[in-house]
């Protein structure tokens, strides 16, 4: 049984959700930590590092970039002025619209991308990948991907649907 009679997610269901939700901090937690550590960024700095190198041009409108990271607009206003500060992101005003600015990746923020990657992938493989087999790996894919939004990424922007 996966629900009580009060509707409550419980047993087998509710130690797994709770393993997922840990698991996440877990591995956010320490990642976080390393890239701030060797390359004085957070994972939010990262995942929109990552959103822009993806991005056609190095550029996204700064609402898209918020809502690929589901950070409120003055979240990422915030962290993009940091960003700008740092001189990995430049912000330009939209020739034909002057409510809407780009953030643009500066060829520094794709150097410093570049350096934070080799960290986070190694974080990466130490957390998480050494403690799967290739089977297993494919079984969490399949398994993970039945939850909405997650197979097809349309719900996962909010946490590096690139290379988080």
Request: charged share 25%; aromatic share 0%.
């Given at each position: 049984m996966t629900t009580s009679e009060q509707g409550w997610?419980?047993?087998?269901?509710?130690?797994a959700w709770q393993r997922l939700l840990r698991a996440n901090c877990v591995l956010m937690r320490t990642l976080d930590h390393e890239l701030q550590t060797e390359h004085g960024m957070t994972i939010s700095d990262y995942d929109v590092l990552v959103s822009l190198r993806e991005a056609d041009d190095h550029s996204l409108r700064m609402s898209d970039l918020s809502r690929r990271t589901l950070l409120t607009r003055s979240g990422m206003t915030r962290l993009v002025q940091g960003l700008e500060r740092d001189g990995l992101v430049e912000r330009r005003p939209c020739v034909s619209d002057a409510r809407v600015s780009f953030a643009v990746l500066t060829p520094g923020g794709v150097d410093r991308?570049?350096?934070?990657?080799?960290?986070?992938?190694a974080g990466i493989q130490r957390m998480f990948a050494e403690h799967f087999s290739e089977d297993e790996a494919a079984t969490l894919v399949e398994l993970l991907g039945r939850i909405p939004g997650v197979a097809d990424g349309s719900e996962t922007s909010c946490c590096g649907g690139g290379e988080l």
């Open positions: 997610v419980v047993g087998t269901v509710l130690d991308l570049d350096a934070a990657r080799r960290t986070h992938h």
